[in-house]
């Protein structure tokens, strides 16, 4: 059975930030992620790591005014030297949590701007940040996000997210692989992670429709789970869903077998 982390931006919403880690201590997790932690001290965040022996495995670097409806700024022209900011605030975060690698979103295509000077922007912002993570010791990571969801998300597809990663060059830039998004835009999970495994370094789930925790939609997650045991990864799986009644029901599947 893969190993999994709890996602603390989308469960135990129901207390502050700073009180979930306890949390998903108490329902077994020996891992978290979480989208962003700079709302926060830093010092206040590897306190809770530590006394509740957690390992924080994924943050993303920062993407803009998440309130204002920003997604990632990498593909915005108009924004590099903010995207280039994020990189050194993510990467100080990042050492002074203890996580090896950081997640980056590509952001929402700005309207009136060429496919070419958007793919060529993000591009160059991968590059500056994956020199940079490496010379900090940490993996760069991209995600592609599915349209519904996000409109305008300008990565979409894992073959997108390979090639875009073969124009980079970085020997210590991956996919992060959402199954709930690969779902939405592609299906044909189990091949193409199979194909694509060995440029995948982190997964997330959640199940489809409705993005809840695995066993209430249409994802064959027991097939799934076992299919990643075969090939034999070893990545961590944030559980990155929205319960569909409690956090606490929506654990359920971990404790019980699904069928």
């Known amino acids: 059975m893969p190993r999994f982390a709890a996602n603390l931006t989308l469960l135990f919403t129901e207390v502050p930030f700073l009180d979930r880690f306890a949390l998903a201590t108490q329902a077994g997790f020996q891992a978290v992620e979480f989208l962003f932690p700079y709302a926060y001290r830093a010092e206040d965040i590897r306190e809770r790591l530590d006394t509740h022996g ?6 993303n670097l920062p993407a803009g005014d998440w309130d204002a409806g920003d997604r990632g700024t990498a593909c915005h022209p108009d924004r590099i030297q903010e995207f280039r900011t994020g990189v050194a605030q993510g990467i100080a975060y990042a050492k002074a949590l203890g996580v090896g690698q950081l997640n980056c979103l590509a952001g929402i295509a700005p309207a009136g701007v060429s496919d070419a000077v958007l793919r060529q922007t993000l591009v160059d912002n991968l590059a500056f940040a994956a020199h940079a993570l490496k010379e900090a010791g940490l993996r760069l990571l991209i995600e592609p996000i599915n349209r519904f969801d996000i409109p305008g998300f300008y990565l979409n597809y894992t073959a997108q997210a390979v090639a875009i990663l073969d124009e980079v060059n970085a020997d210590n830039a991956f996919v ?7 779902q939405r835009m592609e299906g044909e999970l189990a091949a193409t992670i199979t194909r694509h495994l060995p440029r995948i370094c982190h997964m997330q789930l959640a199940d489809n429709p409705g993005r809840h925790e695995p066993g209430t939609g249409e994802i064959n997650y027991p097939f799934l789970f076992a299919h990643l045991d075969r090939l ?28």
């Open 54 to 59: 957690l390992t924080l495995v994924l943050h």
């Open 176 to 182: 992060q692989y959402d199954i709930y998004h690969a």
């Open 232 to 259: 034999g990864y070893t990545g961590w799986i944030g559980c990155e869903y929205r319960p569909a009644t409690s956090t606490q029901a929506g654990l359920g599947w971990l404790q019980h077998p699904l069928k």
